[in-house]
């Protein structure tokens, strides 16, 4: 079992680690933050950038995983994408590698999703993955995502996924 805390900046030096090479890191989304290698403080600028210090920019929620042994497993941002508050994409989704396979991705955005259609009270939740993150899509369909168009981008195209209140 996992458990979800707000992002403290002490784990960008943990998210950092996982982020071995470039393709996981074009993987993970990171050319929103520049060019690879990236580094604990560049996540932590990006999310204090993101997040910022007053009530009206309050959109922006990165999330941590913990496991049931205190250690840091994965990792996911929820922000609001339209002005009313009923929308949230997740996005820079990434579990440790030396974690994957046990169900922590899958655990990690139910949890995400409970959270955003029963305490934020929206109605929908959006996701993008590449089309060459298999691993990536199947979790996301495991979790009742259902692919809504695919959109050409470089270096790859991205399969948009949706869920509804409703459909979880």
């Known amino acids: 079992m996992i458990r979800l805390r707000p992002y403290k900046s002490c784990d960008s030096e943990v998210i950092a680690e996982w982020i ?12 929103r933050f520049g060019n690879y290698p990236i580094t604990a403080s560049t996540i932590d600028e990006k999310y204090r950038n993101d997040n910022g210090d007053c009530v009206e920019t309050d959109n922006f929620f990165p999330w941590t995983a913990i496991d049931d042994d205190g250690r840091t497993v994965g ?6 994408t339209d002005g009313d508050n009923k929308q949230l994409r ?5 579990v ?8 922590y991705g899958k655990q990690m955005l139910m949890l995400g999703l ?16 590449f089309e060459n993150n298999e691993s990536a899509y199947m979790c996301y369909k495991k979790v009742g995502f ?7 981008g470089e270096p790859w195209n991205i399969k948009e996924m ?4 409703n459909d979880n």
């Open 114 to 129: 409970k959270y955003a259609f029963d305490i934020f009270k929206v109605d929908r939740v959006t996701i993008g993955v």
């Open 20 to 31: 071995k090479d470039e393709n996981v890191f074009r993987k993970w989304g990171g050319e």
């Open 75 to 80: 990792h996911f941002i929820m922000r609001y």
């Open 146 to 152: 259902i692919e809504t168009k695919i959109v050409k």
């Open 162 to 165: 949706e869920i509804y209140k």
């Open 96 to 103: 440790d590698d030396k974690h994957r396979g046990k169900g």
């Open 90 to 94: 997740f996005g820079w989704v990434i």
